[in-house]
């Protein structure tokens, strides 16, 4: 069984370093929508990818991923919106994880929105 | 429809946190001699009144505003009981709700049990302001993580920072694959 000790290690090793998470004001803020009909569609595979790549490309100081709940577009979900600071929210629809994984490469480290995917990019009915 | 019963159990444990709960206790127990698999949540969030209650399991009622159905609760009963198994659900206001599901293990309508090391990890690293006891038991054995003990250690070091995030979802998946060997059900 792995054991709690490890955890201690972690924290000697993290105690030492400043905090390096810029104040929420200005990190850019990813959220993933979680709700029934987010979940049921694909959400969480799309969480996973994004929190596990904003660490990997080391963007955890500026990005944060965060969930939330519905909000009323179910048919479009998985939905990911990404609210930079001082810039018009974008809103993914139909998300999968390599859609997510294009995400961060072009619009997250490129600063580029991927248009095709977004809200925008569809007809409203 | 959900595809796995992890996916309920992230859906109904969501409801736990926005009901303001501070504490869930998740308990996934499979017991193959006894052909049951259960499944309980329990948190302390703001509960629910007897009138909203009676009313939880019915897909066209929901405390939400931004649609008119509330498809979790429903979806996480209709998959117990389509398997021969039960369902019930109790909430006083003030005090939390307690969820439990019993599936019938080897019924052929059983969803599989799926990612519940990423359900896990998903609600934990998520929601910081929430503690969770998660219990895994496999024929008698099991393994709690209790987030509680984690912030004991950690202090003010959060979830979510990289070394932290993945030494849970580590301790999840390893002490998972001890308890039940690695069966996929």
Partial sequence: ?125 | MMTELSLNILDVAENSTRAGATLVFINVTADRAADRLTISIEDNGCGMTAEQLSRVTDPFFTSRTTRKVGLGVPFFKYAAECTGGTFSIDSEPGRGTRTEAVFVLSHIDRMPLGDITATIHTLITCHQDTDFVYTYSYDGRSFTLDTRQLREILGDVPFDVPEVSSYINDYLSENKLETDGGAIY
């Fill in chain 1, 1 to 125: 069984m792995k054991s709690l000790e490890e955890l201690k290690a972690i924290r000697e090793r993290m105690q030492n370093q400043v905090n390096l998470r810029e104040s929420s004001q200005s990190a850019t803020r990813v959220v993933v929508g979680m709700a029934t009909c987010g979940i049921a569609s694909g959400a969480r595979p799309v969480l996973t990818t994004l929190s596990n790549l904003v660490q990997e490309k080391g963007l955890t100081g500026k990005i944060t991923v965060t969930q939330t709940g519905c909000i009323g577009l179910c048919q479009y979900e998985p939905i990911v919106e990404v609210m930079e600071p001082g810039k018009e929210k974008i809103t993914y629809i139909k998300m999968t994880p390599e859609k997510a994984e294009e995400v961060v490469e072009r619009h997250l480290i490129g600063g580029h929105p991927v248009e095709k995917y977004t809200l925008n990019a569809v007809d409203l009915k």
